[in-house]
């Protein structure tokens, strides 16, 4: 070989090395998932808040808040089921409503998710927390699942390496799961239907207020271990709260010296808390994207109206109650702190929705999209990095309420379609039989149904949806 060739040879392997040296390493993910806190439950979010939420606030001090952000839904399963696939959950089986005990997965077999996505990129992901979205239980009939067997279709066969949680902690079976399997036999029984959960098997000894803290310190011990090793990790981390059953634990009962539900809400900072604690611990810190949200925007639920009554405002400036089509039922609180790369302190009106998550990911390891999957998932990472956009990021983002109803919003319009039209119901509380529009950059609290007065309006966001609805999807 002659020696010129020899030389480009090593000029190419030297460029190649001095390249891949230069790639930033990426970044470790957690993202933790709060059941049921409105955007007014954080205490820098709501001047009148009773309960003071430190570590929560301390992700807005040290990263963004984005104060326009949305669940896929009104209510738990859905809203799962599209941050984790980047799809709205409508377009599923689920059209209204969550999934009950032993329902069958709703994520499908060969739909990319967040974690798989990773995965292939090189992370080690795992689910810390409730699932609520659905497993193949080893049942026959309508009886109860053989525990003593392994549950197929749960989340390390959608894309997690590791899972530890309650499923749902007030849905039996009453215990904790480690990848496809009970920890322990429920062989107990929980024989009343209360706000603790339905009827069903329980492990002997089951108590609700352990479960939080067994949680925080699964997750902690998962931030310290996967720390060691020279593989980022992406940690999905949905609480348990502060959603029924409200069982804060020994420590937090009565420390809010309001209710239950505020010592509950004092627990769940407290957890955020232990999470930036355990990243502090290991020196992971500068190298690691958090995220704080919610799977929906509740404003009134068990202990809220009490807590109204003694002057907290949970959700002051937002209409509606946790199943709500209106902004309180979907509109969240969202932080986002990765030093070095999210400006410290800062803020963002546009708006957002959880499927986002998945295109988002894309981006920072540095990947796109296949067509088949995040169909209705936006790439927001330019929002979080503070970076010139020329518009907004999201043409359009499709809200959800529990009983299936559809709302469109496209800059500060926002188009309520009737029941009738979406074959979604009518009757359920809080929620509107007719077609209503608002402007929310002067009536975000939804009091003035403009509807008749802009039909132009009316008319491009009813054709938006149905076109949405027509090619399944949303994203360009």
């Given at each position: 070989?002659?020696?010129?060739?020899?030389?480009?040879?090593?000029?190419?392997?030297?460029?190649?090395?001095?390249?891949?040296?230069?790639?930033?390493?990426?970044?470790?993910?957690?993202?933790?998932?709060?059941d049921?806190?409105?955007?007014?439950?954080?205490?820098?979010?709501?001047?009148?808040?009773?309960?003071?939420?430190?570590?929560?606030?301390?992700?807005?001090?040290?990263?963004?808040?984005?104060?326009?952000?949305?669940?896929?839904?009104?209510?738990?399963?859905?809203?799962?089921?599209?941050l984790?696939?980047?799809?709205?959950?409508?377009?599923?089986?689920l059209?209204?409503?969550?999934?009950?005990?032993?329902?069958?997965?709703?994520?499908?077999?060969?739909?990319?998710?967040?974690?798989?996505?990773?995965?292939?990129?090189?992370?080690?992901?795992?689910?810390?927390?409730?699932?609520h979205?659905?497993?193949?239980?080893?049942?026959?009939?309508k009886?109860?699942?053989?525990?003593?067997?392994?549950?197929?279709?749960?989340p390390?066969?959608?894309g997690?390496?590791?899972?530890?949680?309650?499923?749902?902690?007030?849905?039996p079976?009453?215990?904790?799961?480690?990848?496809?399997?009970?920890?322990?036999?429920?062989?107990?029984?929980?024989?009343?239907?209360?706000?603790?959960?339905?009827?069903?098997?329980?492990?002997?000894?089951?108590?609700?207020d352990?479960?939080?803290p067994?949680l925080?310190?699964?997750?902690?011990?998962?931030?310290?271990?996967?720390?060691k090793?020279?593989?980022?990790?992406?940690?999905?981390?949905?609480?348990t709260?502060?959603h029924?059953?409200?069982?804060?634990?020994?420590?937090?009962?009565?420390?809010?010296?309001?209710?239950?539900?505020?010592?509950?809400?004092?627990?769940?900072?407290?957890?955020?808390?232990?999470?930036?604690?355990?990243?502090?611990?290991?020196?992971?810190?500068?190298?690691?994207?958090?995220?704080?949200?919610?799977?929906n925007g509740?404003?009134?639920?068990?202990?809220?109206?009490?807590?109204?009554?003694?002057?907290?405002?949970?959700?002051?400036?937002?209409?509606?109650?946790?199943?709500?089509?209106?902004?309180?039922?979907?509109?969240?609180?969202?932080?986002?702190?990765?030093?070095?790369?999210?400006?410290?302190?800062?803020?963002?009106?546009?708006?957002?929705c959880?499927?986002?998550?998945?295109?988002t990911?894309?981006?920072?390891?540095?990947?796109?999209?296949?067509?088949?999957?995040?169909?209705?998932?936006?790439?927001?990472?330019?929002?979080?990095?503070?970076?010139?956009?020329?518009?907004?990021?999201?043409?359009?983002?499709?809200?959800?309420?529990?009983?299936?109803?559809?709302?469109?919003?496209?800059?500060?319009?926002?188009?309520?379609?009737?029941?009738?039209?979406?074959?979604?119901?009518?009757?359920r509380?809080?929620?509107p039989?007719?077609?209503?529009?608002y402007?929310?950059?002067?009536?975000?609290?939804?009091?003035?149904?403009?509807?008749?007065?802009?039909?132009?309006?009316?008319?491009?966001?009813?054709?938006?949806?149905?076109?949405?609805?027509?090619?399944?999807?949303?994203?360009?």
């Amino acid at each position: 070989m002659k020696p010129t060739v020899l030389a480009a040879i090593a000029c190419v392997s030297l460029f190649s090395a001095v390249s891949h040296a230069a790639d930033p390493p990426k970044p470790n993910i957690v993202l933790v998932l709060a059941d049921d806190m409105g955007h007014g439950h954080v205490s820098c979010l709501n001047p009148r808040s009773k309960v003071s939420t430190p570590n929560t606030d301390r992700l807005a001090r040290e990263g963004i808040t984005l104060t326009d952000a949305h669940s896929g839904s009104a209510v738990c399963s859905p809203t799962r089921y599209g941050l984790l696939t980047g799809r709205y959950a409508w377009r599923t089986r689920l059209v209204r409503g969550v999934l009950g005990p032993y329902d069958p997965p709703l994520i499908e077999k060969d739909r990319l998710t967040l974690p798989e996505l990773l995965r292939r990129r090189g992370y080690h992901t795992a689910c810390v927390g409730k699932w609520h979205l659905g497993w193949d239980w080893p049942r026959e009939g309508k009886g109860d699942p053989d525990f003593t067997q392994p549950i197929a279709g749960g989340p390390t066969t959608r894309g997690f390496d590791a899972y530890f949680g309650t499923d749902v902690p007030n849905y039996p079976p009453y215990c904790f799961l480690e990848n496809d399997c009970t920890i322990g036999d429920p062989t107990s029984r929980k024989t009343e239907q209360n706000l603790d959960g339905r009827p069903g098997p329980m492990l002997p000894g089951w108590k609700f207020d352990e479960i939080l803290p067994q949680l925080a310190e699964r997750a902690a011990a998962y931030i310290s271990e996967r720390s060691k090793a020279k593989q980022p990790f992406f940690l999905y981390f949905p609480l348990t709260s502060p959603h029924e059953p409200i069982a804060p634990s020994k420590p937090f009962r009565g420390k809010s010296g309001l209710n239950g539900l505020a010592d509950f809400l004092l627990e769940t900072d407290a957890v955020v808390g232990r999470v930036l604690e355990a990243i502090d611990a290991v020196g992971a810190a500068g190298n690691t994207l958090v995220i704080f949200t919610a799977d929906n925007g509740s404003s009134m639920y068990t202990g809220g109206e009490e807590l109204r009554r003694k002057g907290h405002e949970p959700s002051a400036e937002f209409r509606g109650f946790k199943a709500s089509i209106y902004e309180g039922g979907h509109r969240v609180p969202f932080f986002a702190r990765w030093p070095g790369k999210i400006a410290p302190g800062s803020s963002s009106q546009e708006t957002i929705c959880l499927t986002d998550m998945v295109a988002t990911a894309a981006a920072i390891v540095g990947t796109t999209l296949p067509d088949d999957a995040g169909e209705d998932s936006y790439n927001v990472l330019p929002v979080l990095l503070g970076q010139e956009r020329k518009g907004p990021v999201r043409e359009a983002t499709v809200h959800q309420s529990a009983s299936g109803q559809l709302a469109i919003r496209q800059g500060s319009w926002k188009l309520i379609l009737p029941p009738a039209v979406q074959n979604a119901g009518a009757g359920r509380r809080n929620e509107p039989a007719t077609a209503e529009l608002y402007n929310l950059s002067e009536d975000v609290a939804e009091t003035k149904n403009v509807y008749s007065e802009q039909p132009e309006v009316v008319g491009r966001l009813t054709e938006l949806l149905e076109q949405y609805r027509r090619t399944g999807r949303s994203r360009p």
